[in-house]
């Protein structure tokens, strides 16, 4: 089995990135979907993160308040380090499940947003950057979006910088091309992974 991480900035097109693997065979493991579902209605995350932020971060149909909680966590960085002490460990042990459940000569890509700035190359076998113009994501946020200016530009920069991103990546898929060239680049790396997949640790 081979352990991929995936990133890239906000915008960069990280997304169609792990949809054309997964074509071509890949087992990918969502962080930001596993994030979703384990604090979802009736888990043991949802009630961990009403302990401790009260009920004030649901939603009249008892989920949780996305915006409500965001509006919360983000202003104070102790709040924030509170709910990923709760969430964060949840989201690991099931993306471990998952990977322990996929075939030995599997290609397993884990779509982790936030890679570079938590510090989790190490984890993987190959990290893989999906890699643009911060020209081009900030074009994406606001045509494709539906962002202000102001905004895309206060999401990016609460990110790791393209330097940082590119300093961390054994591959780099650059997507500040048409998709007919992505599609050819993303075929060229999923060759690599599989080559890898089969070689001696």
Do not use: C
């Not at 949840?90 to 570079?116: K, M």
């Not at 330097?163 to 999923?190: F, G, K, M, T």
Request: glycine share 6%; no cysteine; charged share 30%.
């Amino acid at each position: 089995m081979l352990s991929v991480g995936l990133t890239g900035g906000i915008g960069a097109g990280k997304s169609e990135v792990s949809r054309l693997l997964v074509e071509h065979g890949a087992v990918l493991i969502d962080a930001d979907r596993i994030a979703r579902e384990v604090v979802a209605p009736g888990t043991p995350g949802l009630a961990a993160v009403v302990a401790a932020f009260g009920e004030e971060v649901l939603a009249e149909d008892g989920s949780l308040d996305r915006p409500r909680l965001g509006s919360i966590v983000f202003a104070d960085p102790e709040k924030l380090a509170a709910l990923n002490s709760i969430v964060h460990p949840l989201v690991g042990d099931r993306s471990r499940a998952l990977e322990e459940a996929a075939a030995e000569d599997a290609v397993v890509v884990h779509d982790v947003p936030l890679l570079t700035e938590n510090g989790l190359a190490p984890l993987y076998d190959v990290v893989v950057v999906v890699d643009v113009d911060p020209a081009t994501q900030l074009d994406r946020l606001v045509r494709l979006r539906g962002m202000t200016e102001q905004d895309a530009r206060a999401r990016m920069a609460a990110q790791a910088t393209r330097r940082q991103r590119r300093e961390i990546a054994d591959v780099i898929i650059d997507n500040d091309v048409p998709l007919d060239r992505l599609r050819s680049r993303v075929a060229e790396v999923w060759a690599e992974l599989t080559r890898r997949v089969h070689q001696p640790r």
